[in-house]
């Protein structure tokens, strides 16, 4: 079964603080994707970034990078400098590749990031 | 390019009556998704639709929730009748699936409380 865990539920940094959001996944499947979703006080559900199991490359987003770590089945996400408006929900999700038409994903139940002034 | 939208933003219904909730996905996306969040627990998939079919419907909690998407557009999701634990959040998200790679798009959710 495939299982995303986000053992982080809140955390409260002050503006300027690097803060990483930790994510740990399950899944039987040689070939997925794995997503970062950003969810604002104002409640949508904001698309970050898309891995596919094949690439292991780190990605850097101005402040925002993720490593991705096969081998500890880990795909993390750091904030470097955050900022106030960086507070929000954090979710990361998973969901299988193959051929096929249903890419559900099995999300985590996100982390909570307080960015302080 | 328009996102997702969805209607109501938020709904007060009491048990046993009826609620619909439709999603209007970016246009020329065929994916169509519905996901339900409970009140401390993960965000769940509910349905999926590719155009207007219905591919997996294995997340529909009971008989109770029936989703349409007539014409491959627009989709409603209609509870009939309500009970307490369908109280949650209602996200709908839409894709394009493309060489393989699909990323999909949320809306920004009907808050649904039901007393």
């Known amino acids: 079964a495939q299982k995303v865990t986000q053992a982080q539920t809140e955390i409260s940094v002050v503006e300027k603080e690097d803060v990483t959001l930790d994510c740990v996944y399950e899944t039987r499947d040689t070939t997925y994707y794995l997503f970062w979703y950003k969810q604002p006080p104002s409640g949508e559900l904001v698309f970050l970034i898309r891995?596919?199991?094949?690439d292991e490359q780190n990605e850097i987003s101005g402040r925002y990078s993720w490593n991705f770590q096969k081998s500890t089945s880990s795909f993390n996400f750091t904030i470097t400098a955050s900022q106030v408006v960086d507070s929000a929900v954090y979710f990361c999700?998973?969901?299988?590749?193959?051929?096929?038409?249903?890419?559900?994903?099995?999300w985590g139940l996100g982390t909570s990031l307080a960015v302080n002034p | 390019e328009a996102g997702v939208t969805q209607f109501p933003s938020h709904s007060v219904i009491e048990k046993g009556q009826t609620v619909t909730l439709r999603c209007d996905p970016i246009s020329g996306h065929d994916n169509l998704y519905w996901y339900r969040r409970v009140m401390g627990k993960e965000i769940k998939f509910l349905l999926h639709f590719v155009k207007e079919s219905k591919q997996d419907e294995s997340g529909m909690p009971n008989n109770r929730f029936l989703a349409e998407r007539t014409g491959g557009t627009y989709s409603t999701l209609k509870v009939q009748p309500a009970e307490l634990e369908d109280s949650g959040v209602y996200f709908c998200?839409?894709?394009?699936?493309?060489?393989?790679?699909?990323?999909?798009?949320f809306g920004p959710g009907t808050r649904l409380l039901v007393l």
């Open positions: 998200a839409s894709s394009h699936r493309q060489g393989g790679r699909e990323t999909q798009y």
């Open positions: 891995r596919n199991s094949f």
């Open positions: 999700a998973l969901s299988e590749a193959r051929a096929g038409n249903n890419r559900k994903l099995i």
